[in-house]
């Protein structure tokens, strides 16, 4: 489906550039993209890719991705069933969710890749999705949103009276889009279009890309990498942990309620229920807790931290390289379409029908926008802010649109990349379909909370 849409995609830019003399932009935006995608993400991505991917690998040698794992069995066998219960990816999949719905961007895009290349060890056939990568595309794409942080900023900055009111509306937005994505994924996977066939002789028992040279050793039935050489941890690492997690706990309480201490609450505390501060306070503490948790806890297993940290790293930049072509090439046909007015011509086309249906036609533009690029829709958003103010229905539903909805193509574009997967099967429809639910109960619950 995925070459269909990329051609698509660039012949309708050529043919709508030329009807709207806008054929010079297309050109420019074509190059400019290209760039963009190289300079501006795939190469910054790498150093972000080498510390996750670091700190990931003390994770899984200290044992904590397989306790992670096996903590939420029962749910992830029902998701995952082609996936062993304690495969590393179980771990990492569950990780990249958390971040996800933390709104940790920085940390759920390698979390995700990780968990991808996890995946593609259970590949029978290289370059073809498996359904459990589609159902984790799915899963990541309409994630439950507990804090849309970019959205609650920019209404805050705007001068909003009550900024997190969008909070509970793109949560209970991304509950039908995530309910949507899983629902859509695991009844596409059956259709005939896209159901996997028998394997051959050849392909059965083939494990995909193999796992690096280290950790050939450590691996057992179904590909499961199983740490080795893990010490117990005694009494002293138990008072050090305890005391890790006293002084976060201490942490939580005085960032987030910083009256219990005599303190004034800071400015962006201003109009938040408790529930909302204290899930801010959480998004605030997880990076510096998960970077300083998974060291510190492998080092109390007697793992040597630096070295094995070094070795996670060094996927980074390999990642980033290996995901360059894909991001050209979606990012480009996407600019281009864009410089060329097809956002424009199709949100005419549709005004008639939506205006019928009582949709509202200030945002047809932004939903357009929002599985094709975060930026575009970011500048889209702030744009409807400024127009109808922060605390008007428009601007609000919008800001929930925002905050449950995800850049299908971009997620794609990275996630299938990094491991080399060309035909994506049912990842792009159900990814879709997950982004349309979002975008309809959007627009109903703010309606019925706001209008």
């Known amino acids: ?53 670091g700190v990931m690998r003390l994770a899984e040698k200290a044992g904590l991705i397989q306790l992670l794992a096996r903590a939420l069995r029962p749910v992830m066998r029902r998701l995952f069933p082609d996936v062993p219960a304690e495969h590393p990816a179980m771990g990492a999949m569950l990780m990249n969710m958390a971040a996800n719905m933390l709104g940790l961007a920085n940390a759920a895009t390698p979390l995700g890749i990780r968990a991808m290349k996890d995946l593609e060890t259970l590949n029978p056939r290289p370059g073809v999705a498996t359904n459990a990568m589609c159902t984790f595309l799915a ?4 994630s439950i949103q507990l804090v849309p942080a970019t959205a609650v900023g920019v209404m805050a900055v705007a001068g909003s009276v009550n900024p997190s009111a969008i909070i509970g509306t793109a ?23 896209y159901r996997l066939p028998p394997l051959t002789k050849p392909e059965v028992g083939r494990a ?34 305890a005391a890790f997690f006293g002084f976060f706990a201490w942490a939580f309480l005085r960032f987030g309620f910083p009256e219990l201490f005599g303190h004034a609450a800071p400015a962006n505390h201003a109009g938040q229920n408790l529930f909302s501060r204290a899930v801010n306070t959480i998004s605030l503490l997880s990076i510096p807790f ?20 070094v070795e996670g790293a060094k996927e980074g930049f390999q990642v980033s390289v290996m995901i360059m072509p894909y991001l050209v090439a979606i990012l480009v046909a996407i600019g281009m379409f864009r410089a060329a007015g097809g956002i424009e011509m199709l949100t005419a086309w549709l005004k008639p029908a939506l205006d019928w249906v009582g949709f509202p036609t200030e945002i047809v533009p ?21 127009e109808f ?30 491991v080399g997967v060309k035909r994506t099967r049912h990842a792009v429809p159900a990814g879709l379909i997950a982004d349309g639910v979002g975008i309809i109960a959007s627009v109903i619950i703010c309606r019925m909370m706001f209008g």
Not at 171 to 193: N, R
């Open 208 to 241: 995909g890309s193999p796992l690096p040279a280290d950790a050939q050793n450590d691996v057992g039935a179904h590909g499961v990498t199983r740490p080795t050489d893990i010490a117990p941890l005694d009494w002293i690492g138990g008072v050090v942990l």
């Open 139 to 142: 899963i990541n794409t309409s």
């Open 1 to 53: 489906m995925l070459n269909y849409i990329w051609l698509g995609l660039i012949v309708a830019a050529v043919l709508i550039g030329g009807y709207n003399g806008a054929l010079e932009a297309v050109s420019k935006e074509a190059f400019d993209r290209a760039e963009f995608a190289v300079m501006k993400l795939a190469l910054p991505l790498a150093g972000i890719m080498a510390l996750w991917l």
């Open 366 to 386: 932004m939903c357009l926008v929002r599985p094709l690029s975060g930026s575009g829709t970011l500048g889209l958003f702030t744009d409807l802010v400024k």
């Open 171 to 193: 949560f209970l937005a991304t509950v039908f889009s995530t309910i949507a994505g899983i629902t859509s994924v695991k009844l596409l996977e059956k259709l005939p279009g």
């Open 290 to 309: 998960l970077l300083s948790f998974f060291p510190l806890y492998a080092s109390l297993r007697k793992i040597k931290v630096y070295e094995e940290f």
């Open 389 to 418: 103010g922060p605390d008007s229905l428009i601007a609000r539903t919008a800001g929930t649109i925002f905050g449950s909805t995800e850049t299908t193509f971009y997620v794609i574009a990275v996630y299938f990349g990094a």
